[in-house]
């Protein structure tokens, strides 16, 4: 096998890596790149090149990290990942499990680790590397990497997201929502709502978004029946899709352009979460990226014109 092909087969662990440890798509896939380019530049053959690549991806993440750090306590706003329909790297017997630790809820607890501490997390707990491969990727004794290890299990264990288990029951609660959503059925969406459901949008100061979170069944499910059939007026519509795992989907305007990406959080039957990535520079994965503004100013005209 080449070096190319060696690279190939291992890219979709490798992206899903550095996407875990980075929250950015657009950072994960340079890493990856890069992590290409010391391979490929290695006068060494190594003695396993998933070992190698593995090390490579972690160190630039968390390189990457410990400056992305700095500009997120700039960050105007709530601040989500960016948001990933399919995840490449494919192990059937973990999908559930990978599935939830590509979650919005974990990848927003993963914030509360340190870099090293994410990065020794997500390899041992989440790609079931060994304590000898973790301590060769992150550049720290095995006996560190435990303690790294411990510190970090505390931190997700306080605050671990819970999923409703079955993934169908997951799907059918969404196809409701998004039925209701379509209609503007305030009952129909407070129904589907947790009591203490909350709503929040990133939009990093570039796009229309909620001055702050909107809390409460009653107060959510009314705003969302009073906004999106005035967007669908405005051949505003929305695809169901996987967003980081769970049930969501992304919004597109007329033109096909994408406007935002919606992704919920639900447990025991009821949506718990529901997160909004409206920031353009974190939609542009998905395809062209709409004028948010535009459409905002479209819906004003269109509801003076109906006033």
Known sequence: MSKVEEFEELRPLLFSIAYRILGSVSEAEDAVQESWLRFDGSATVPTSTKAFLSAAVTRISIDVLRSARVRREAYVGPWFPEPLLSDPYQDPARAAELADSVSMAALLLLERLSPLERAVFLLREVFGFGYDEVAAAVGRSEAACRQLLVRARRHMEAGRPRFDADRRERQELAARFFDALREGDV????????????MVGDGGGKTPQ???????AENVARLLAAVFPWLARIDVTFEPHLVNGQPGAVFRDRE???LQALALDALDGQVLAIRLVLNPDKLGHLGPVADAWAVHHEVRRARRAAE
């Open 187 to 198: 009952v129909g969406l407070r129904d589907l709502l947790a009591a203490d459901v909350s």
């Open 210 to 216: 909620l001055a702050r979170a909107v809390v409460g």
């Open 256 to 258: 096909g352009k994408v």
